[in-house]
């Protein structure tokens, strides 16, 4: 079996994923034409030429931008759907999704519009395709934390079905201490916590994430190399990272994959996984991040397949669900 095939036939959980970045332009025009909403572009071919980045926030720019001819609560299922089918081709049997209420609810479209086309469709990617998933409600931490609080309270209803809280959006200048008070609230009404750093912003922000927000992941995480204390202690402790190598090419946090440092972290023994973050913007689905950084870092099988047993050591799926797929892994020849 070569490498291509083999990460074709892998099961893998998805773990760092924004819905909102899988929104296709395609998807896109037909959607701003059934809402008749402008958009800034004449053809889809234009819109992807759009799609070149410097940084973190030259992306940003374009992705509320895309956004924001969402407006129905079929706009955010008929998104999911497709993302959900891509999952199905790539054999990603679990998914923990990230959503950006704020991006939404600040454009006047309610929070219950965003939450049920999104839960909508993973209700019905479950019986179609069987693949399993979670809902993850990301702050957008260029936003304050008053406003936070705010998305918080909206969410009270549907608790029940959002297992985490997230921190997205804008990293540096914004850290993880800004959001304490947020966190330790989200915490004490039972929701699990993530939050993006160490993609752009200094190994101090995963510190402020791991002691100050509590959190079960770290997303990106790729500047933890620079502090050996901390590299330490995700090790010991198992953090896992949600590492996204094409969104870290494509936002210019390296500037090669061959020097992507997702395999040094691996055989330190890091709980690495790869995860596409906002594929439709940064080149490539699932397989497509595996494939690529497979070929850039020489990445053997034994290699793939603890990345993709990682991946379900690292979701909030209950225990015997994780060793049902970690078992599976193993049977991958
Ligand atoms: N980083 C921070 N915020 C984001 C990203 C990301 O990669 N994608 C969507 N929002
Ligand atoms: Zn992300």
């Excluded at 891509?86 to 600040?106: K, L």
């Excluded at 990301?138 to 969410?155: G, Y």
Aim: with cysteine.
């Amino acid at each position: 079996m070569d490498i291509k095939e083999l990460i074709s036939v892998l099961p893998k959980a998805e773990l760092h994923l924004h819905i909102e970045g899988s929104f296709e332009p395609e998807l896109m025009f037909e959607i701003a034409e059934r809402n008749k909403v402008s958009i800034p572009y004449k053809s889809v071919e234009e819109v992807r030429d759009a799609y070149s980045f410097h940084n973190l926030q030259s992306f940003l720019d374009i992705y509320y931008a895309g956004a924001s001819v969402l407006l129905k609560e079929v706009d955010f299922y008929d998104m999911t759907m497709a993302y959900l089918k891509r999952c199905y081709e790539d054999h990603v049997v679990h998914t923990e999704i990230f959503f950006d209420p704020q991006t939404h609810t600040d454009r006047g479209v309610p929070f219950e519009v965003v939450f049920k086309g999104i839960k909508n469709a993973l209700d019905e990617g479950e019986k179609k395709y069987g693949i399993t998933s979670k809902m993850i409600m990301c702050f957008l931490r260029h936003l304050s934390e008053e406003e936070a609080f705010k998305t918080l309270e909206m969410a009270k209803p549907f608790k029940d079905n959002i297992i985490a809280v997230g921190l997205d959006s804008s990293e540096v200048g914004h850290p993880p201490a800004k959001f304490q008070k947020v966190f330790d609230e989200a915490r004490s009404q039972g929701y699990l916590t993530v939050a993006h750093a160490g993609e752009e912003g200094p190994p101090d922000y995963i510190w402020q994430a791991l002691d100050l927000l509590k959190v079960k992941r770290i997303d990106h995480g790729v500047r933890a190399l620079e502090d050996e204390k901390l590299m330490d202690i995700i090790i010991r402790e198992r953090i896992p990272l949600t590492v996204c190598p094409l969104s870290n090419l494509k936002l210019c946090v390296v500037d090669d994959l061959r020097k992507h440092n997702l395999k040094k972290m691996l055989d330190r023994g890091v709980c690495v996984t790869i995860n596409s973050d906002d594929p439709s913007y940064f080149g490539g689905y699932m397989n497509q991040n595996f494939l690529e950084t497979s070929k850039a870092l020489n990445l053997n099988k034994s290699d793939l397949i603890q990345i993709a047993k990682n991946s379900f050591e690292a979701s909030f799926m209950d225990d015997k669900e994780k060793e049902h797929w970690i078992e599976k892994c193993n049977q991958v020849q």
